[in-house]
């Protein structure tokens, strides 16, 4: 199984503030990743699919970057609804593992 | 508009039987993969397996072969995720998800775009 690990668990950080979320496969997984935003009691909702690509309807504060084994998602400006639990997964091998997730809490 | 809604909350006891399932619609079912992902309280998310509805091909996480049973009733856009016997461990939120797919260069890449709501399933005696 590929495994994926995810840094930093938690962040903390402010309204406004620039944050950037690593994920790392184990192995190459070229640019088959994906990144989900997950709150409380909700469902994850998809932000980024193939490494840089933007979900419809996602705000344009959201990015991701990266190929290989070394992943980024960048919030570049954090607005308060923002405050969630983000996972990476891998989609290049089953089983299309995810990271141990990043919570990402107010300062 | 795509719709993935899962069956309710579900109590059992250990030994019990479960069958769930997640409806899909507003999209050709048969087209699409299904997955499933496990929440277990507190817990990060858990890929099982998927399943193709158009022919039932399933693929299983090694952690859940044997686990559980991912079927399919492509004549009425629902998957199933199913437990013989429930153990206290099996207490979680279960996800169904639609997997679409990107074409690039090299072949697909798929992704989960449509997620259920989530059926919780406790398991106590």
């Known amino acids: 199984d590929i495994q994926m690990t995810q840094s930093p668990s938690p962040l903390s950080a402010s309204v406004g503030d620039r944050v950037t979320i690593t994920c790392r496969a184990s192995?190459?997984?070229?640019?088959?990743l994906s990144w989900y935003q997950q709150k409380p009691g909700k469902a994850p909702k998809l932000l980024i699919f193939?490494?840089?690509t933007l979900q419809s309807g996602v705000p344009s504060r959201f990015s991701g970057s990266g190929s290989g084994t070394d992943f980024t998602l960048t919030i570049s400006s954090l607005q308060p609804e923002d405050f969630a639990t983000y996972y990476c997964?891998?989609?290049?091998?089953?089983?299309?593992?995810f990271g141990q997730g990043t919570k990402l809490e107010i300062k | 508009e795509v719709q993935l809604v899962q069956s309710g909350a579900e109590v059992k006891k250990p030994g019990e039987s479960l069958k769930i399932s997640c409806k899909g619609s507003?999209?050709?079912?048969?087209?699409?993969?299904i997955g499933w992902v496990r929440q277990m309280p507190g817990k990060g998310l858990e890929w099982m397996g998927i399943?193709?509805?158009?022919?039932?091909?399933?693929k299983y996480s090694p952690s859940f072969q044997g686990q559980v049973t991912i079927s399919v009733d492509k004549s009425i856009s629902t998957a199933h995720l199913q437990w013989n016997s429930l153990k206290a461990s099996d207490t979680a939120m279960y996800y169904c998800?639609?997997?679409?797919?990107?074409?690039?260069?090299?072949?697909?890449?798929?992704?989960?775009?449509?997620w259920g709501q989530g059926t919780l399933v406790t398991v106590s005696s």
């Open positions: 998800a639609r997997i679409s797919e990107i074409s690039v260069l090299r072949g697909v890449i798929p992704y989960f775009d449509y």
């Open positions: 507003g999209y050709s079912f048969s087209n699409y993969w």
């Open positions: 399943i193709y509805p158009g022919d039932s091909d399933t």
């Open positions: 192995q190459s997984i070229s640019s088959y």
């Open positions: 193939a490494a840089s």
């Open positions: 997964q891998q989609t290049y091998s089953t089983p299309q593992t």
